[in-house]
């Protein structure tokens, strides 16, 4: 496929309805705000990747058809980002974004991916979605990575597949998709003492306190059978999510039995509940922070753990403190949107490049409900270097649930008894070996 075809494929994407709504609509939703900290970084914002492993060798022609028409759903994911003074803006970008076969994953708004804010790389059977935060958060891409597997996929065995709510390519874009999240909403006078700082006294892991954003990051990748995972989950109350994060709470007090201070689970919490723009794909996410004061040991601390989990969850996904919580992340932003130089707002931001959050962050992405077409699919992962401390990402799909251990430190202490408490309870998983790995900053 030569480059003018590829140019000519791209240009026709805003021929389109959807492509004219994007363009007209672009102008008026062009600042970036609730993504704010994901910019003004002084060395720019590492990559978020979603890697997906193949049943077959991925063909780069019918790759390259399936972005042009999953674009055709989603055209403002081709934006690129430009400074303007202090602040960043999103435009139109010009130029195509074009798929590549390499190994190492390409720089977010270079010249190496025509300044686009996404980019479609693939190695073998392996495929590589990255994107920029500061654009879309997990929620906000997964519709396009399903769009494009279901295009993907079903020319390449040839079939088509039926598979509910996959937005297709002459599918209407709402304009609520392009708006940004905190718009239209009240302000609400919120007292200094309105909430209480859970990680303030929450046990940090002593790995996490030598920590150098510029350093390689560690992953650990664990593949577990979602029957029987999900059979002790439900036996004890507990959601995907809640499941893990208590396993890992009770690998860290195996690992430290001594501590005393609370484990921190911050789970990843999507706002767009208490919003007006339920339906934006840009970055919407705080965390709902919960702490374990003592060990668990026993099915029944497990079971009554996983069940105030619950109950602190809903309270905190009430839309009354949703916008509590949005508000306050407003006066951040407001903060760092007045700032005048763009060397004021780096400096500002440049506390994010080290924050530690207490004891460690886990995001769950859902299912990847693609139906028969995951049968093509033998893992999904997703991960983003520079974690301080520990992180989890997880996904599921084609019956397994994908767990990514991502770490500032080498050993693996966590891991092998997050591992051993998995066998414990006689749930079926597999391990890889320690991965040593990078994703790259974006030029923004």
């Given at each position: 496929m030569t480059t003018s075809i590829k140019q000519n494929a791209y240009q026709e994407l805003f021929n389109t309805p959807n492509g004219k709504t994007y363009l007209a609509e672009l102008p008026k939703v062009s600042k970036i705000f609730s993504g704010q900290s994901f910019l003004y970084r002084q060395h720019g914002t590492r990559s978020m990747v979603i890697d997906i492993r193949l049943t077959d060798v991925i063909d780069q022609e019918l790759l390259q058809i399936a972005v042009n028409r999953s674009l055709q759903r989603y055209p403002y994911l081709s934006s690129m980002l430009v400074r303007e003074d202090a602040h960043y803006n999103l435009t139109h970008d010009p130029l195509p974004l074009i798929v590549a076969q390499q190994h190492s994953l390409r720089v977010l708004?270079?010249?190496d991916v025509n300044y686009h804010l996404i980019d479609i790389t693939f190695e073998q059977k392996r495929l590589f979605v990255s994107y920029h935060h500061a654009l879309v958060d997990g929620r906000g891409i997964m519709p396009f990575v399903r769009t494009l597997l279901y295009y993907y996929i079903?020319?390449?065995?040839?079939?088509?597949?039926?598979?509910?709510?996959?937005?297709?390519?002459?599918?209407?874009?709402?304009?609520?998709?392009?708006?940004?999240?905190?718009?239209?909403?009240?302000?609400?006078?919120?007292?200094?003492?309105?909430?209480?700082?859970?990680?303030?006294?929450?046990?940090?892991?002593?790995?996490?306190?030598a920590f150098d954003p510029q350093a390689d990051s560690y992953r650990f990748e664990t593949v577990i059978d979602q029957t029987s995972f999900m059979t002790f989950a439900k036996a004890h109350n507990a959601t995907p999510a809640i499941a893990i994060g208590i396993m890992l709470e009770q690998a860290i007090h195996r690992a430290h039995p001594k501590t005393t201070?609370?484990?921190?689970?911050?789970?990843?919490?999507?706002?767009?509940?208490?919003?007006?723009?339920?339906?934006?794909t840009r970055n919407c996410v705080n965390s709902i922070s919960l702490p374990i004061n003592?060990?668990?040991?026993?099915?029944?601390?497990?079971?009554?753990?996983?069940?105030?989990?619950?109950?602190?969850?809903?309270?905190?996904?009430?839309?009354?403190?949703?916008?509590?919580?949005?508000?306050?992340?407003?006066?951040?932003?407001?903060?760092?949107?007045?700032?005048d130089s763009f060397q004021e707002k780096q400096k500002m931001m440049s506390a994010f490049d080290?924050?530690?959050?207490?004891?460690?962050?886990?995001?769950?992405?859902?299912?990847?409900r693609l139906g028969s077409l995951e049968k093509y699919i033998?893992?999904?992962?997703?991960?983003?270097s520079g974690t301080n401390g520990l992180?989890?990402?997880?996904?599921?799909?084609?019956?397994?649930?994908?767990?990514?251990?991502?770490?500032?430190?080498?050993?693996?202490?966590?891991?092998?008894?997050?591992?051993n408490i998995l066998q414990e309870n006689h749930i079926k998983y597999n391990s890889l070996n320690k991965k040593t790995f990078q994703t790259p900053y974006s030029l923004f």
């Open positions: 708004g270079s010249k079903s020319s390449k065995v040839g079939l088509l597949y039926g598979v509910p709510k996959v937005n297709l390519a002459n599918d209407p874009l709402s304009i609520d998709e392009m708006q940004e999240p905190f718009s239209n909403l009240p302000k609400l006078k919120i007292p200094r003492n309105s909430t209480q700082d859970h990680g303030k006294n929450s046990y940090s892991l002593p790995e996490s306190r201070d609370p484990v921190m689970v911050n789970l990843a919490s999507d706002l767009r509940s208490g919003i007006t723009y339920q339906k934006t003592t060990p668990i040991t026993t099915d029944s601390d497990f079971t009554e753990t996983a069940t105030a989990f619950r109950k602190q969850i809903q309270l905190q996904k009430k839309p009354e403190y949703i916008l509590q919580t949005i508000n306050k992340m407003q006066q951040l932003f407001d903060t760092l949107d007045a700032l080290t924050n530690l959050i207490n004891t460690f962050v886990l995001s769950y992405s859902g299912q990847l033998d893992e999904v992962h997703t991960y983003m992180s989890v990402q997880m996904l599921a799909a084609n019956h397994k649930l994908f767990i990514d251990i991502l770490q500032s430190f080498s050993s693996d202490i966590y891991v092998k008894e997050f591992r």
